[in-house]
């Protein structure tokens, strides 16, 4: 009997190797799946913390206190050097008398002096009166004896703008006779000059920024940013990979860390939300918020931000933020005002602000901004002779000013305890409040000379009571208001403030009160 065999395919146990390729197979796609998964709830999460505070934190602004307003009008009791004085104390510059050169820089190797040196003899202009100028700018005057031509800056203050006019002061001994228009308006009555700005109450951070709008960035400024910094900002989508993997093949060539590849939206990003450390989180960090970032914002909402944030140096504990800040801190200047050769080299800190800081480092400085300087002149911002001729600029930064924190820290503090009644710390941190007070300045200063040069001599008369200190405070008898504040007999220190803490027995200070009370009784 012949035997039937199925044509029906047999049934064989898959073998143990595609078993083991099927589930490594598997493992695979899950991890790719999950991992795909974590990385889009991890930008959920960074796109909210973008969305809460991108727009806080480029704008956080800390508040700024000023000394009263010199208010000039006509026989006002004021001297031609005491108004001198007020203008020099705001800033304004005389166009006849250039401003001093800026100090060199310490020698490392000299050993500092033990003895205190005197100051420096204030420099005196004398212009002949061949060939004057007149201001024309805001923020400049001219000064012929005990007249003065002025061009005032425009300023907001509490009840209105205080728009900029060109005016002619005369004064005649310790009066002022005569205040002038020579803009073609009406004579002022009343001018108010701006306030000089005398502290800034900052967060814990203590950054500092000037804040510009988009409009107010110059042209040459931008395009010179640019072609140094991130050629393709306008192309990408927040990152470049193209100048990632050029920076990366430059570093691997050179052992060591010789370019970036960062765009200026992740300049952005490190300026607001992360640390400085080299880590591959920070860096992963850094690649997914200026992506998303870019999603949200336009490019030239981003240009703006970066140049408000960019960090551009130290000044004591304050850090100098954006460009218009660091344009008055190293010129003494608005942005506007820059000359291309100043532009240039603000760029060029960008790298390093530390490394570049043309107070500090001049040689290094010159050379960074000789190279932006080539980039210019290699992208057609400029042409060679132009460079030529800018590259054999000085630097033209002003000597280094007091630090902005405070000059006068026993008022600051006064200042302080009474806005804590009506603000949030935060607010006065990050609202850009603008804080009007009372203090004199020049008062101010006679009060510190005179306290600083009373004590010696009562220590030599009463030599066991050394050391000794004082504190002084004076008020306006009629307003009650405070007009300067000394706390210590070094004025400028930070630390116990005696004028506002210090406990004394009043002793005979108070027989006035008392017998003036007694007296006014029937």
Same mark, same amino acid.
């Not at 509490?158 to 001994?173: I, Y």
């Not at 900052?202 to 709008?213: A, F, G, N």
């Not at 992740?266 to 607001?272: A, C, R, S």
């Not at 008020?475 to 005696?498: H, W, Y």
């Given at each position: ?33 999950l ?10 999460? $960074? ?109 907001p ?17 310790n009066?002022?006779? #005569? ?22 109450i ?19 400024l931008?395009?010179?940013?640019l ?12 990152i ?13 060539r ?25 880590t ?39 850090a ?36 570049y ?29 132009d ?25 600051l ?13 935060? #607010? ?26 009373? $004590? ?18 004076i ?12 706390? #210590? ?10 004028a ?23």
């Open positions: 009997m012949a035997r039937v065999r199925s044509s029906r395919p047999s049934r064989r146990r898959p073998g143990v190797f595609r078993s083991l390729w099927s589930l490594l197979i598997s493992l695979v796609m899950g991890g790719v799946l991992g795909a998964a974590g990385l889009g709830l991890y930008m959920v999460y $960074l796109d909210g913390v973008i969305r809460a505070e991108f727009d806080q934190k480029r704008w956080a602004l800390p508040a700024k206190v000023f000394a009263r307003p010199l208010e000039l009008f006509q026989s006002m009791p004021l001297s031609a050097d005491a108004f001198a004085q007020e203008l020099k104390l705001l800033g304004y510059q005389d166009v006849n008398c250039p401003a001093p050169p800026p100090a060199p820089p310490p020698d490392k190797n000299k050993r500092p002096a033990l003895k205190r040196k005197p100051p420096p003899p204030p420099v005196v202009c004398t212009p002949s009166p061949e060939g004057d100028k007149s201001p024309v700018k805001p923020g400049s005057y001219a000064r012929q004896g005990e007249t003065f031509e002025v061009v005032t800056r425009e300023f203050f509490w009840d209105d703008v205080e728009p900029s006019r060109k005016v002619k002061v005369v004064f005649a001994g009066i002022l006779v #005569d205040l002038l228009s020579l803009d073609g308006q009406e004579a002022p009555g009343l001018l108010r000059l701006d306030p000089p700005e005398i502290a800034g900052y967060p814990s951070h203590y950054e500092d920024r000037i804040l510009l709008k988009g409009k107010d960035l110059p042209p040459a931008v395009d010179t940013l072609a140094v910094e991130d050629r393709a900002f306008f192309e990408h989508a927040g470049n990979p193209k100048g990632i993997f050029r920076a990366l093949v430059a570093n691997l050179a052992g060591r860390a010789v370019q970036g590849g960062s765009t200026l939206t992740q300049q952005l990003v490190k300026n607001l939300f992360l640390s400085n450390e080299r591959l989180k920070r860096k992963i960090n850094e690649i997914l918020m200026a992506i998303l970032i870019d999603s949200h914002y336009g490019k030239d909402e981003i240009l703006e931000a970066y140049s408000n944030a960019i960090y551009l140096g130290q000044d004591g504990s304050r100098i933020h954006g460009f218009g800040l660091a344009s008055q801190f190293y010129f003494g200047k608005s942005l506007e005002d820059l000359d291309l050769h100043q532009l240039a080299l603000l760029v060029g800190m960008i790298k390093g602000p530390s490394l800081d043309p107070r500090k480092n001049l040689d290094r400085a010159r050379e960074r901004r000789a190279l932006v300087l080539d980039v210019m002149v290699e992208q057609n911002l400029i042409g060679p002779e460079g030529v001729v800018a590259k054999e600029m000085a630097l033209d930064v002003t000597p280094k000013a007091a630090s902005g924190i405070t000059a006068y820290p026993a008022f503090e006064l200042v302080r305890r009474q806005l804590r009644q009506y603000y949030k710390a935060e #607010d006065l941190a990050s609202e850009g409040l603008r804080v009007f007070t009372t203090l004199d300045p020049r008062l101010q200063a006679t009060a510190e000379n005179t306290l600083i040069n009373s $004590l010696p001599p009562l220590e030599k008369s009463h030599p066991k009571a050394r050391p000794l200190q004082g504190a002084a405070v008020a306006d008898t009629q307003t009650g208001e405070v007009l300067a504040i000394v706390g #210590d007999r070094e004025p400028k220190s930070v630390g116990f403030n005696r506002l803490d210090a406990k004394r027995l009043a002793g005979s200070l108070i027989k006035p009160v008392v017998y003036l009370t007694a007296l006014e009784q029937p």
